[in-house]
């Protein structure tokens, strides 16, 4: 879950990070209650990437340019995503700016600082980056040989480095996938200031991190509908442009099965992995969810039963077509408890293909004559 | 065949929890030597439907039975407990199959594994299965045959698939390792690799990858370097769009790194065969098999 700049500046500073100090508005007149004085800056609040470029950060010099640049800002979208709020902050006089953030490196297989002394930039396509692997148990050692790798030295070397054990702490307290600062600005006072922040929140550990609880919702504004009530059930969908709707059993085996669709002259209308051990009833909101997908003409179904039931499947398939009647069904059901699966589907006039390859092909002949 | 046989003893964590009793009993009438259970609380109890003890930790679990490997099966926050105390009482094999674990937990416990000497399969993969001998985790043994090839996949269903067109071509398998989806995780390609490369039962190696991050990539080189017999690779997600998450939590294109097209390059440039379909992965070892090529 990624969170919106304000949020992540909140708890920047519970953490001891620096922070501009800063007012969230959702309309123009809530600048007229703001105490710091001209000229500031107002940002937009969005989800997605590219903010200054695509003009979602201005500056005012008074109350009514500010207001009609707030107007503005808060009816753009950004990059399909919308603008939630504005976040309005007096402008700071900047010294040097630098980046620095704590990520995990899956190559590595633990987290890392990455930073660099300038900041403001795009971190994947620069060269002056600096990487510190940082062991298990945290030392602030760590945070000291980065500051001294940017070349740092005196105050400021103090100062950087005690700002990344804070932003350490803040990474491993709260189960995050991403911290970044970018810029940390040092100001014409040697003060060291988050000017803008990222926060990324793990997904599977955000059960147990009371301070996000309720917040999923919210923060999946930028998903289409389907996939988003996908999420809600423990589904994963991710929709593609095709007509063919695919199901399986299994993330590896979903992304094999659109690639042979592909493969044999077919378009694939979305991903969906209903995971493993999925029973009945999870099977059925799988099928319905591909169902509701107006460009699906047809629904391939593959699963290859493991830990799958096979006899699960049948039993939400002979419901679906309860209720779908008209729907066309292209069904590989192989492994677990098949001999059952077959005996329940019998009567429906369902063919069952025991071979993917088969399946897909199958699949991807009838859309083509599916209008 | 690698890292287990019909002699490795095994413990179960999280052996009364509806899978792990579930699968406990899968495991053992594929005949592996399921020793011991552990669940905090129900020690002197059996796994449910079996006649397999439940003990209250490891440690004591390790010493009645003297087991050197533990299955996990514990929920996603015990499992950095569970691991660090089956590392403690002296396992020398961990096999995750727990789905979910926080990726931050996942570092501390292979940090902790590597320092001890420890090897970890997963977490988030199906276990680790050598035909004919035994299954520590979820595959469905009946797909899987003794033979020649070496898996190491880092997904779950996709290898069932695979081993049972390698299955229907009389290609058996000498083990096949579900290394697991997450993005961090305990072992990945190249020791795999290096156990199959040093197995005397294991001919032909079969690779299976997935998009995200660059392990397919690494392991390109690392096979171009040191391997010498002959591998044959898998990629899925070839029509993955970028910036989804793929199911997997490691399956992800970001900032345009990660591709399918980027590894399947990788891996040809490396000697390696690529197939297209899991059909053709069984052809392609028939072609191996029959004209050995040598690196």
């Not at chain 1, 920047?12 to 501009?20: H, K, Q, S, V």
């Not at chain 1, 890392?112 to 300038?118: L, V, W």
């Not at chain 1, 147990?208 to 609880?213: D, E, G, I, S």
Request: proline letters at 6%; a neutral charge; one cysteine or more.
């Amino acid at each position: 879950m990624n969170l919106y700049e304000f949020e992540a500046k909140r708890i920047f500073a519970d953490f001891g990070i620096a922070t501009p100090p800063g007012v969230r508005i959702t309309r123009p007149e809530e600048l007229r209650k703001i105490h710091f004085g001209f000229p500031f800056t107002l940002k937009c609040q969005v989800m997605s990437g590219g903010r200054g470029k695509a003009g979602g950060i201005q500056f005012a010099k008074d109350l009514n340019e500010g207001e009609a640049l707030a107007k503005k800002l808060l009816s753009m979208t950004i990059n399909g995503s919308r603008t939630e709020s504005l976040l309005v902050e007096p402008k700071v006089s900047i010294a040097r700016e630098l980046y620095l953030s704590v990520t995990l490196d899956r190559a590595r297989g633990c987290p890392i600082f990455i930073a660099a002394a300038e900041g403001g930039i795009e971190i994947e396509s620069s060269n002056a980056i600096v990487t510190v692997p940082i062991p298990y148990p945290y030392q602030p050692y760590v945070a000291r040989d980065l500051a001294r790798q940017l070349g740092l030295s005196g105050t400021l070397f103090n100062k950087v480095a005690d700002m990344a054990s804070r932003l350490y702490r803040l990474f491993e307290t709260l189960d995050l996938d991403l911290a970044e600062i970018n810029p940390l600005v040092v100001t014409s006072g040697e003060d060291l200031l988050a000017l803008d922040g990222k926060i990324t929140v793990n997904d599977d550990a955000m059960a147990r991190q009371p301070l996000f609880r309720g917040w999923q919702a919210s923060h999946m504004v930028d998903l289409p509908e389907r996939e988003r009530k996908s999420k809600m059930l423990g589904l994963n969908l991710v929709e593609l442009d095709g007509n063919i709707g695919i199901i399986c059993n299994g993330a590896g085996l979903t992304m094999a099965t659109m690639d042979m669709v592909k493969n044999f002259g077919g378009q694939p209308g979305n991903f969906l992995d209903a995971g493993g051990g999925s029973d009945q009833e999870k099977t059925l909101q799988a099928i319905e969810i591909v169902n509701e997908n107006p460009s699906v003409k047809v629904i391939l179904l593959n699963i290859l039963g493991g830990i799958t039931a096979c006899d699960e499947v049948a039993g939400a398939l002979v419901e679906f077509m309860k209720r779908n009647p008209k729907r066309t069904l292209v069904v590989r059901l192989r492994g677990n408890n098949q001999d059952i699966a077959e005996k329940m589907l019998a009567d429906s006039g369902l063919k069952l293909f025991p071979d993917l390859e088969d399946a897909v092909k199958e699949a991807v002949s009838k859309a083509k004559v599916a209008v | 065949m690698i890292l287990v046989n019909k002699n490795t003893k095994v413990i179960v964590q999280g052996a009364t929890g509806k899978m792990g009793a579930a699968h406990t009993k899968r495991m053992l009438s594929y005949g592996t030597q399921v020793v011991a259970g552990v669940t905090p609380g129900k020690g002197g109890e059996k796994v449910p439907g079996t006649d397999v003890p439940v003990f209250d930790t490891v440690r004591e679990a390790a010493e009645k039975t003297g087991a050197t490997c533990s299955v996990i099966f514990v929920p996603p926050y015990l499992v950095l407990d569970a691991g660090c105390e089956a590392i403690d009482a002296g396992m020398s094999l961990l096999v995750v199959i727990t789905e979910g674990m926080p990726p931050q937990d996942t570092a501390k416990l292979t940090s902790m594994a590597k320092s001890r000497g420890v090897r970890m399969i997963g977490p988030n993969c199906p276990g680790i299965i050598t035909p004919g001998q035994t299954l520590l985790g979820i595959l469905p043994g009946m797909i899987f045959k003794p033979g020649p090839v070496g898996m190491v996949s880092r997904s779950g269903t996709l290898t069932y698939e695979i081993a049972l067109a390698l299955s229907d071509a009389d290609h058996g398998q000498s083990t096949c390792v579900g290394i697991g989806g997450d993005p961090v995780k305990g072992m990945e390609y190249p020791e795999v690799l290096t156990a199959f490369n040093n197995d005397p039962d294991t001919e032909v190696i079969v690779l299976i990858g997935e998009i995200g991050g660059n392990a397919e990539e690494e392991a390109a080189a690392f096979v171009k370097e040191n391997i010498k017999k002959p591998v044959v690779a898998y990629i899925a997600g070839q029509t993955a769009p970028p910036g989804k998450r793929m199911g997997h939590a490691g399956a992800i294109i970001s900032g345009g790194k990660g591709t399918a097209q980027s590894k399947m390059k990788a891996l040809q440039e490396a000697g390696i065969e690529v197939a297209l379909t899991p059909r053709e992965v069984a052809e392609k070892v028939s072609k191996l098999r029959s004209q050995p090529v040598h690196r």
